[in-house]
């Protein structure tokens, strides 16, 4: 184990808070020490939600640990049910719980409880969050997702529209709540019915229902591609591959959810408002062409901004890079695509040595390589979680769909521009023209600077000044005097004037 002050994952109980967090009607029971409540800030300072997570701790102590820890553990899960009546109940232990052997699972079993019990078992010192995440919704769908039923008196089984189920979004994901709305546009525009998001707002009555669709939708294959290989296994239901990022991937995404539903995928294609992909077209070169661009961050973000970078805004991919060690092959494959070599770590330290190292033009990654890149001084934009409050806005800003497409443009854009735009303050910093004291749109009095005393320009060194744009032709003239005055340089030349450059350009 490895000693870090940035972790890009916690352990995988705060997977299995963020299922919980996400639905109603369930509540988890976490066996852990005083002190790991620490994960209920995640949620109430990062994603600023307005209640706590329905999770209950046994928080004991170390002089609990020479009595019946067990004993604190079916308190703990008794008084739940009693406060809270779920309609179902997780339990699990923590990372330092964990060590304790408690059984959490076989102790829950033997309380009887009226309602269904999901025990999780989630290897802390080998896996991580979004595993942890991922392996709760499996867990909670093979428990509670009834066997599939034809009954005659189901509107559902008369209808002739395609019906499918959203799988994915979380509590604590990154844009998950726009995400799902851009998405759900897409697909009622289509003319198919959703018949359950999960976990997002879903009940365990929700869950059972699950079998009752045509085909899953898979929003994010961290968290929902285990359940949805499991929903086909036994169910028969096809699942989505592509994921809607980037104003490609989503004309593509439309286009394999019509044939799984067996639509036509122009119905949703028309009036869709594509202004990512004028404005890139429209927007300078200079701001984007062949821009030398680092991508980190989960595998599903990671990989589709690496398309969207270059497929779509012209950007040059020089790494490429996730801390998703489950779809590591997957990150793999992509950047050998591109021709470059797959940087994948847990290690902030390597990620930041790799920026240092490749001092691409712009960073897209997590919130950790936005500390990177401020410390390097390159522009950044965050594409994925682990994020901070900033990256859960309260104005609508998907990444997926065309709107998604549309707000992935101004993220990463922005910066570039704004990094011309303080390259050209600090250029005119000094000028008459943008001095504060004296602005000369205001009508203010406006005194040009004199040239310094003994500064003289050989004939070349005047018809190479005048090569130099005109609006800041007058800054180099008086950087170059300047630097003469203080090296007792007598005559001007074209070395001095290309010296002088070089001094100040540091």
């Not at 109940?89 to 076989?106: F, H, K, N, Y």
């Not at 991922?134 to 008196?153: F, G």
């Not at 021709?339 to 990654?365: H, M, N, R, S």
Request: aromatic residues 8%.
């Amino acid at each position: 184990m490895q000693l870090t002050v940035w972790t890009y994952e916690g352990p995988p109980h705060v997977g299995a808070m963020r299922i919980a967090t996400a639905m109603r009607g369930v509540h988890y029971v976490l066996h852990a020490p005083q002190g790991d409540t620490y994960a209920d800030l995640l949620f109430t300072m990062i994603e600023r939600r307005d209640r706590r997570p329905p999770v209950t701790y046994t928080t004991f102590q170390a002089r609990d640990l020479g009595g019946d820890t067990a004993d604190l553990l079916q308190t703990a899960m008794r008084e739940a049910y009693a406060r809270f009546t779920p309609d179902a109940m997780l339990v699990g232990a923590s990372c330092t719980a964990e060590l304790i052997q408690d059984d959490p699972a076989g102790l829950a079993q033997a309380l009887d409880l009226p309602i269904p019990i999901v025990p999780l078992e989630l290897p802390s010192y080998q896996r991580k969050e979004n595993w942890g995440a991922s392996e709760t919704l499996y867990r909670i769908v093979r428990t509670l997702a009834n066997p599939l039923r034809e009954d005659p008196s189901d509107p559902r089984a008369k209808s002739v529209r395609a019906v499918c189920n959203l799988l994915g979004p979380t509590a604590l994901g990154f844009r998950h709540r726009d995400d799902l709305a851009e998405v759900t546009k897409l697909i009622v525009d289509l003319g198919i019915d959703i018949n359950v998001v999960a976990p997002w707002n879903a009940t365990p009555a929700d869950i059972a229902r699950l079998p009752e669709a045509d085909f899953n939708v898979v929003l994010y294959p961290e968290i929902a591609l285990t359940t949805a290989q499991w929903l086909q296994r036994n169910f028969n239901q096809p699942y989505t591959r592509t994921v809607p990022i980037g104003a490609a991937a989503t004309r593509q995404f439309i286009e394999e959810v019509a044939k799984l539903a067996g639509i036509d995928p122009a119905l949703a294609q028309v009036g869709a408002e594509q202004r990512s992909s004028w404005y890139a077209r429209s927007v300078d070169s200079t701001y984007l062409t062949d821009k030398r661009v680092f991508v980190f961050g989960d595998a599903t973000h990671a990989i589709a901004a690496a398309r969207v970078a270059t497929k779509e805004l012209g950007f040059k991919l020089v790494g490429l890079g996730s801390y998703s060690r489950e779809f590591a092959r997957d990150v793999r494959e992509a950047a050998a695509s591109y021709g470059i070599e797959a940087l994948i770590t847990d290690d902030y330290l390597e990620v930041e040595a790799k920026v240092a190292e490749l001092q691409p033009e712009l960073v897209l990654g997590t919130q950790m390589e936005r500390h990177i890149a401020k410390r390097l001084g390159i522009p950044c934009a965050v594409i994925s979680a682990p994020t901070h409050v900033q990256d859960f806005p309260a104005r609508y800003s998907p990444q997926m769909g065309f709107e998604g497409a549309n707000v992935i443009f101004d993220t990463w854009v922005h910066p570039l521009m704004m990094g011309l735009e303080e390259h050209l303050l600090g250029m005119f910093r000094d000028d008459a023209e943008f001095n504060d004291t004296a602005p000369s749109h205001l009508g203010g009095p406006i005194e040009l600077p004199q040239a310094l005393a003994g500064a003289a320009w050989s004939a070349e060194a005047e018809q190479e000044l005048h090569k130099i744009p005109f609006f800041v032709r007058g800054k180099a003239r008086r950087n170059t005097e300047r630097f003469a005055q203080e090296r007792n340089v007598g005559l001007i030349t074209i070395e001095t004037l290309y010296d002088a450059k070089a001094h100040f350009g540091r």
